[in-house]
């Protein structure tokens, strides 16, 4: 069976600064806050000058909706985001633990998991990535990830044949 890769954030390495503005902008579009504990995106050090954010990737078999023991994540048939219902998370983590990117939050005041749902009561899209000062973050899908990845693969081995040639 076909899986559907949905659209999430991605940020580019080599541009983001570590500035951490996408997780002001997301705190504040969601709490009304300029606090990055409240943010659904988060800034990580990779390297120890590489910085890149992190948000949901909206899994095709997401492991944190299977570990869930209330029920309490669900998928939505729209846009693939993933929706948590506040009513039955009980904040026990599991959702965190099952996530292989670390892109689930818990919020530090209602004790609940929160997912980026990629600011989808925005009318312009995830408020992240429009104020990204560097143009770092970007709506994708893994499929057209990884063509980008195959075409900067093909272009160096191109460049490397053209530089022994010379």
């Known amino acids: 069976m076909a899986t559907v890769g949905y659209q999430h954030i991605i940020c580019d390495p080599t541009k983001c600064i570590g500035c951490r503005l996408c997780e002001y902008v997301c705190s504040l579009t969601k709490t009304n806050a300029f606090d990055p504990a409240m943010s659904r995106i988060r800034v990580v050090r990779i390297e120890p000058i590489t910085m890149t954010a992190i948000a949901c990737r909206l899994c095709a078999d997401a492991p944190c909706i299977f570990a869930c023991p209330r029920d309490a994540l669900t998928r939505s048939s729209k846009n693939g985001i993933i929706l948590v219902d506040q009513d039955k998370c009980d904040g026990c983590g ?12 818990m919020n530090p005041t209602t004790k609940r998991a929160e997912i980026c749902n990629l600011c989808e009561e925005q009318e312009d899209g995830p408020q992240c990535v429009k104020y990204c000062p560097k143009e770092a973050l970007s709506l994708s899908t893994p499929e057209v990830v990884g063509q980008q990845a195959r075409r900067e693969v093909v272009q160096r081995l191109f460049e490397e044949l053209l530089a022994q040639k010379e």
């Open 94 to 105: 599991w959702c965190l633990e099952a996530c292989d990117f670390g892109a689930i939050v």
